[in-house]
């Protein structure tokens, strides 16, 4: 046993960090608003960095690796605050054609969500329909879809479904779709422990930075406790995150679905936890535009829902506990 | 990121496994919670049968008669000897798991001869003398004072909150040796031996009512020299050295016993009844116990990584002081859970009638040292925000 990462795994992540610090700095990032975070030519850079086609077999031309490679690559996309369909363009390629090389992208809901929401659903070529059936996928532009004028999260533009969905062509079964759940569960954990880390690496620069009564605020025990919080809930999601990649590759170290629901449950815990208690630290400076601890804040919130709610996980949770 | 145990591993779990099926069912019965005497004679009896196992001190080197088991082992073996209800280390905590360590790392040839083959055996007991009334947290402002006359120190001060002094053989004691030097220079480092004249000992009855620490005084009480480790105001790092001694083991046999009572936490929940529903049908008791749930899973799998880490780089990172902060305040939320579920029940640390209670209320009461002992809750944030964080101290104090 030796749970940390292996060198090909700490050279992956580095190289993903070495890309989005050149290529996605936040002031890109915030850029890409007007264009509702979508940029098509950063896609195809994500997928010659073999972000699409990561878990592809490398004689169908991918990278040949597996989940617990996934969840380190998801998670520097999360610290970057990456915009864009990335969740259903890393668990689509090599399912819809197109999307492994980044020149398709796609959107995803479920069926049955009541919400009717579709993130990303008028910039995008497809929509993947998810059901206990499978996935079936039809084209954006067959689908009724209507913009909501103010979205939560600025980068993250949402559309309302407001006719019956198409029939579409099924690209994947019910044993398919129960795999890309829980891959997408563990995908937006990882988004999200990245964004619990940048809320952490922000909060400490600004509390160093920030001076009150002569001295740094990050030198104040109740803002270095709540501080210490933010290390405490991204170390254990990290831990947990890591367990569930590694777990999905190899089902026989551990209990697949407990590990995914507890993996989302505390990265979400550490996301939404983390970037509350920076825009704290940021004081009144925290509740502006200006400041990113808002759009951190704004994209945990919106990823929150997706594959399961906190409240939905832990009695998920419960119900796995409570047969054994 | 591998999270297979070799073959080794699993070999020696199954081993441990079969030993302990074999000599668990001679245990004699556990003594009552306050007979000093008889704890220590069920703990040592029980490091004797570890020691005639070839299991004694599993994380000591092996030229000093340990096992020199990987930390993998080391992990495998307190889960198993957790899961299977084996005694706990008890009085042999500090001499296993402190004194020991810090003698082998520091000592000479002769001390080490004198004592590690004894602790090993279960035939030494010792305490810790660190803690002061007025040394706390801020364990370097001690002031237990030392004179040297001849070779002999002659201490005068007093110790706290030393657990097993009533039955222990030694004492690993620090004293103030320069009171004209700088609070963590100055202080040095002895094992004194606890049937000294001069010494009293007097037992602090705990929030349970038991009496696991004493006060102890020392009054013109006299230690050879030759009884030092390291030297003469060295004693802080003498005593930092074996801080780390444990590399991320240290929690593990409490995060299984704290997962084994989330599982029984489960089981009440269905026990326990309201009108026609039980409190299991409630979602809000379901949410609590899996949101407890999920952290016991990550604690178990932080601790995998802070071991993976010490491995590497040969310490402990600050990964302990998150595990410890993380567990203690989880297994208060835990009971209060419980007793939430108990409602009037909670009134009685036994059962009440066929509800299996008593534990629970217990462990209620028992779970508010965790989060005090060993370094605070609040001292463990410090430790991750500066270490971890590189966040700045606060200024020192000054009176306006």
């Known amino acids: ?324 | 990121m591998d999270l297979r145990y070799t073959p080794q591993e699993e070999a020696f779990r199954a081993d441990l496994r079969d030993w302990l099926a074999n000599v668990l069912p001679d245990l004699p019965p556990q003594p009552s919670a306050d007979d000093w005497p008889a704890r220590r004679a069920y703990d040592t009896g029980w490091q004797r049968t570890l020691f005639e196992g070839g299991y004694a001190g599993v994380n000591w080197p092996t030229e000093y008669g340990g096992r020199g088991a990987t930390l993998t082992e080391q992990l495998i073996y307190l889960e198993e000897t957790t899961l299977a209800g084996a005694p706990y280390i008890g009085v042999n905590f500090v001499g296993m798991l402190h004194a020991g360590p810090t003698i082998m790392a520091e000592a000479s040839e002769g001390q080490k001869a004198a004592h590690l083959p004894a602790i090993l055996r279960g035939d030494e007991v010792w305490c810790q003398g660190f803690s002061e009334p007025s040394a706390g947290s801020d364990l370097a402002a001690l002031g237990c004072k030392a004179v040297l006359d001849g070779d002999e120190y002659v201490i005068t001060g007093q110790k706290t909150w030393t657990s097993f002094a009533q039955v222990a053989d030694w004492c690993e004691l620090l004293i103030r040796t320069d009171p004209a030097a700088s609070k963590h220079r100055g202080i040095t480092w002895v094992m004194f031996p606890m049937d000294t004249p001069g010494v009293e000992i007097r037992p602090l009855r705990t929030v349970v009512g038991t009496s696991e620490f004493s006060e102890v005084f020392f009054d013109e009480a006299r230690v050879a020299v030759s009884n030092r480790v390291g030297l003469e105001n060295d004693g802080w790092r003498v005593a930092m050295v074996t801080f780390g001694f444990e590399r991320g083991t240290g929690f593990v046999s409490d995060l299984v016993e704290t997962g084994k009572m989330l599982q029984e936490l489960a089981e009440l929940a269905k026990h326990v009844t309201r009108g026609s529903a039980t409190a299991w049908d409630d979602v809000s008791v379901r949410r609590d116990i899996g949101q407890m749930q999920a952290e016991m899973d990550a604690l178990w799998a932080l601790t995998k990584r802070n071991l993976a880490q010490a491995d590497r780089n040969g310490v402990p990172g600050a990964g302990g002081s998150l595990v410890k902060v993380c567990y203690s305040e989880l297994l208060q939320r835990l009971t209060e859970v419980a007793m939430e579920l108990l409602g009037r029940a909670g009134l009685s640390r036994t059962d009440v009638g066929d509800l299996p209670s008593g534990a629970f209320v217990e462990e209620r009461l028992r779970s508010l040292s965790f989060s005090i002992a060993a370094g605070t809750s609040q001292i463990q944030r410090n430790i991750i925000a500066e270490r971890i964080l590189g966040l700045p101290k606060e200024k020192p104090w000054t009176s306006s």
Not at chain 1, 249 to 276: F, H, Q, Y
């Open chain 1, 1 to 324: 046993m030796d749970f940390e990462l292996n060198d090909d795994q700490a050279a992956l992540a580095a190289g993903v960090r070495s890309f989005c610090e050149g290529r996605l700095p936040i002031d890109v990032v915030r850029a890409l608003e007007p264009a509702g975070g979508v940029d098509r030519g950063l896609w195809r850079e994500l997928a010659d960095l073999g972000v699409f086609s990561l878990r592809l077999p490398e004689a169908d031309g991918g990278v040949g690796l597996g989940w617990a490679e996934s969840v380190l690559v998801a998670e520097e996309l999360g610290r970057a605050l990456t915009p864009g369909p990335l969740l259903w363009s890393q668990l689509l390629g090599g399912l819809v054609d197109g999307v492994a090389d980044g020149s398709v992208l796609v959107a995803g809901v479920e069926r049955d969500d009541p919400s009717g929401l579709v993130e990303y659903g008028g910039l995008v070529d497809h929509l993947a329909v998810l059901d206990d059936d499978g996935v079936r996928v039809v084209g954006a532009a067959d689908v009724g879809l209507e913009p909501q004028p103010l979205p939560l999260d600025p980068l993250t533009p949402v559309w309302r479904r407001t006719a019956p969905l198409p029939e579409g062509d099924q690209v994947a079964g019910p044993d398919e779709v129960a795999t890309l759940r829980r891959g997408g569960a563990v995908l937006v954990a990882a988004f999200l422990l990245g964004i619990a880390e940048v809320a952490t690496a922000d909060a400490v620069a600004y509390s160093l930075e920030r001076t009150q009564f002569d001295r740094p605020i990050g030198s104040f025990q109740s803002l270095k406790h709540l501080m210490a919080d933010m290390v405490i809930r991204t170390e254990l999601a990290r831990a947990a995150v890591y367990a569930a990649g590694v777990t999905l590759d190899d089902p026989s170290v551990g209990d697949v679905e407990r590990a995914v629901a507890g993996a989302k449950l505390l990265a979400a815990d550490a996301a939404i936890g983390n970037t509350k208690s920076s825009v704290q630290v940021h004081g009144g400076m925290g509740y502006t535009w200006e400041i990113d601890a808002h759009l951190q804040l704004k994209r945990a919130y919106a990823l929150e829902p997706t594959f399961g709610t906190r409240p939905e996980l832990a009695e998920r949770l419960a119900g796995l506990v409570g047969q054994l």
